[in-house]
């Protein structure tokens, strides 16, 4: 199976905005590993409503780096590359979980 593009990482002086959470149990999957769907909601609440609710997802691309554990608390951090492109990150102890590149029409 043929890999897809692996997300640009976020320019070191991009301007971020980030929200932080807690991994609780309820994120996890039977196999105490953090649900995929977790990672989605994490990268893309830092939007917010307005952004949601007026942007369509085109594409996206996801790279995971590193496993989230339970009980940790990780940073979301996203800037926007331009008015259709998001590039977002999750941060664990100052480590780089996953980076991923959001596509938007609107």
């Known amino acids: 199976m043929p890999r897809g593009r692996?997300?640009?990482?976020i320019a070191a002086d991009a301007l971020l905005t980030e929200k932080r959470y807690?991994?609780?149990?309820?994120?996890?999957?039977?196999?105490?590993?953090?649900?995929?769907?977790?990672?989605?909601?994490?990268?893309?609440?830092?939007?917010g409503e307005q952004f949601l609710t007026t942007h369509q997802l085109k594409s996206f691309s996801i790279q995971y780096h590193q496993e989230v554990r339970a009980d940790?608390?990780?940073t979301s951090e996203f800037t926007m590359a331009d008015p259709h492109?998001?590039?977002h990150q999750i941060k664990s102890n100052g480590k780089l979980c996953t980076k991923a590149k959001f596509s938007w029409l609107g």
């Open 72 to 74: 940790h608390d990780i």
């Open 22 to 47: 807690h991994v609780r149990y309820f994120d996890l999957d039977a196999n105490r590993h953090v649900n995929n769907a977790r990672y989605f909601d994490w990268l893309l609440d830092p939007l």
């Open 6 to 9: 692996r997300p640009k990482p």
């Open 85 to 87: 492109t998001s590039l």
